[in-house]
């Protein structure tokens, strides 16, 4: 398949499932969005979870999991995929909880991680990379090495730039505007709507 496909019937399942939604919707930063992704509606669906998964694969190249011990997931949804994608690659899967246990070990880290091991971190969707960076500084805490994450799909607000501060590149199997540009192109969504979020993507990098 190739990859404008897949981004195509990406965004179908993005549709369908209602995982992609448009309006004014308030993000976890505190800042308004014209769209909202919600990628832990996606499981409930097995047929579109395991296309999605499919896509994850795609970005997974031989030197990308050639050069992982194991795979980290973060909540929430990054801890479904990165389990799912542990098992299908034959890879150890721990996961990084938001706060460390207030109890037993009191734990931020569930799962085995010994130092000096390349942890590839996973989760679905990255705007700034705010998520990712907490897990990035756990795991490097407990003596794992991070090069590498990846998500699903970039938001385009800084995500990628402020990963590389920290020495971590960051792969996407696409971008909100190379979705967002197929469903245009179809007539599935409307010029405005793919006017706003590119007009979302400007502001949020140059501000």
């Known amino acids: 398949m190739e990859r404008r496909e897949a981004i195509d019937e990406l965004g179908q399942i993005l549709l369908k499932t209602g995982c992609l939604r448009f309006g004014t919707f308030k993000l976890s930063s505190g800042a308004l969005s014209p769209y909202y992704v919600d990628l832990r509606l996606i499981p409930s669906d097995p047929q579109a979870f395991k296309r999605i998964i499919d896509f994850y694969s795609y970005v997974l190249d031989g030197d990308l999991l ?31 909880r938001k706060g460390a246990k207030e109890y037993g070990g009191r734990r931020k880290i569930e799962g085995l991680l010994f130092p000096g091991e390349t942890i590839l971190v996973l989760d679905d969707v990255v705007t700034k990379g705010s998520n990712l960076l907490m897990a990035i500084e756990a795991i490097r805490t407990e003596g794992g090495i991070v090069k590498d994450a990846i998500v699903l799909l970039d938001r ?14 960051l792969h996407s199997f696409t971008t909100i505007s190379q979705v967002c540009e197929v469903l245009r192109d179809k007539d599935v969504i409307s010029d405005d709507e793919y006017d706003q979020i590119v007009k979302q993507i400007i502001r949020e990098v140059s501000g």
Do not use: M
């Not at 050639?66 to 299908?88: K, N």
């Not at 402020?162 to 590149?169: A, D, E, F, I, R």
């Open 156 to 169: 385009q607000e800084g995500g990628v730039e402020n990963l590389q501060k920290v020495g971590v590149s």
């Open 66 to 96: 050639g050069r992982s011990t194991r795979f980290a997931g973060i909540p929430t949804a990054g801890i479904a995929y990165g389990a799912v994608l542990a098992f299908v690659h034959g890879k150890p899967f721990l996961y990084v």
